[in-house]
């Protein structure tokens, strides 16, 4: 029997402190989050950066929390209760990390008798610390639990045609009623060092520019910088937006290492300095919004530019559990079941 496991990123239990330090510990402790040995990675995580972060980090979330929880953790809720009402397979929602667990999701789909499980990241670009940590995850799982339990991953989905036609959709309604001077495309930044190790080639990433532009399917197929541009000229095409009146950056860098520039952050302070004082930001990194969208680039953002002297901001919502993007996801399952035996 066929089912579906819907993974997003996850979330505290509540913005009480005990509760984000428990989450930050499992997400921060994730070997693909920070990709150093196990006992440097144990005395920054939970000798310095849990000692520090969570209350601040607490208060971020109460920033955003709505009444009914978490807004991933609801929006998520009522994107799977929706593609639950347009197919007839079992379909469990799980997170990478927090109480809502992979391990759940599985076990659940087990006791309904699924043996073949199409799992769906929902994460638009592959990166290590994202797309790659939830399909090892739930690989594990799979081994230690249900061995008898076949896996097809979706894979990261920046290049198929209807998840970019939806997207440019969602973002012309907003962008419709709107009069702004620029578009900024702000993603989740990385380090650098993991665009390196994810090469498959271990020979094309350069972070240059020019390696992202050159065609090399394989090693494009997991690096994370081709597949933000990518998506980015793949809506600024759809939508005819000039060369000059968008443009791409990196958020939410971490640690003191090199990320993925440019950063958000400075792009935000340099814009009205260029008299682009009328901003709209979508974050294309993400199809449900979270703490990174909501606290970071709609609120603090909106702060940051405004200081810097801009005139009006606007965050352009994700996709979420829009009907349009329901029936998007509702399709890839579709095909699925047809074609899996």
């Not at 990123?9 to 984000?20: A, F, I, M, Q, R």
Request: glycine share 4%.
């Amino acid at each position: 029997m066929k089912g579906v496991l819907v993974i997003n990123l996850g979330s505290p239990d509540s913005c009480e402190v005990k509760d984000v330090k428990k989450y930050l510990g499992e997400f921060l402790m994730d070997e693909r989050v920070i990709d150093m040995a196990y006992w440097k990675r144990f005395l920054l995580v939970k000798g310095i950066i849990l000692n520090t972060r969570p209350k601040k980090s607490a208060e971020a979330y109460k920033k955003i929390w709505w009444k009914e929880g978490s807004p991933l953790v609801v929006l998520s809720e009522r994107f799977t209760e929706k593609l639950k009402s347009k197919n007839d397979l079992p379909i469990e929602l799980a997170m990478r990390y927090g109480s809502m667990s992979i391990e759940k999701g599985l076990a659940n789909l087990a006791e309904k008798g699924c043996n073949q499980i199409f799992v769906l990241p929902m994460y638009p670009q592959y990166a290590m610390s994202s797309y790659e940590t939830v399909v090892e995850r739930v690989k594990e799982v799979q081994q230690a639990n249900h061995k008898g339990m076949g896996l097809d991953f979706l894979p990261a989905f920046y290049n198929k045609e209807t998840y970019l036609d939806t997207l440019a959709n969602h973002m012309k309604t907003q962008l419709e009623i709107l009069d702004y001077d620029h578009l900024l495309f702000s993603y989740h930044g990385i380090p650098e060092r993991h665009i390196y190790k994810t090469d498959p080639t271990k020979s094309h990433c350069k972070i240059d520019g020019s390696c992202c532009l050159a065609n090399n399917e394989e090693a494009h197929s997991k690096c994370y910088r081709h597949q933000c541009y990518s998506v980015t000229y793949a809506i600024a095409d759809r939508l005819n937006i000039p060369k000059d009146k968008y443009s791409v950056s990196f958020q939410s860098r971490l640690l003191k290492d090199p990320w993925l520039k440019p950063y958000t952050d400075f792009e935000l302070e340099k814009f009205p300095k260029e008299n682009k004082k009328k901003l709209a930001v979508v974050a294309p990194a993400f199809v449900t919004d979270c703490l990174e969208t909501l606290e970071e680039i709609a609120m603090e953002g909106k702060e940051e530019f405004m200081e810097a002297g801009g005139t009006d901001y606007t965050y352009i919502k994700c996709l979420n559990d829009s009907e349009a993007w329901v029936d998007t996801v509702s399709g890839w399952i579709d095909h699925w079941a047809k074609t899996v035996s």
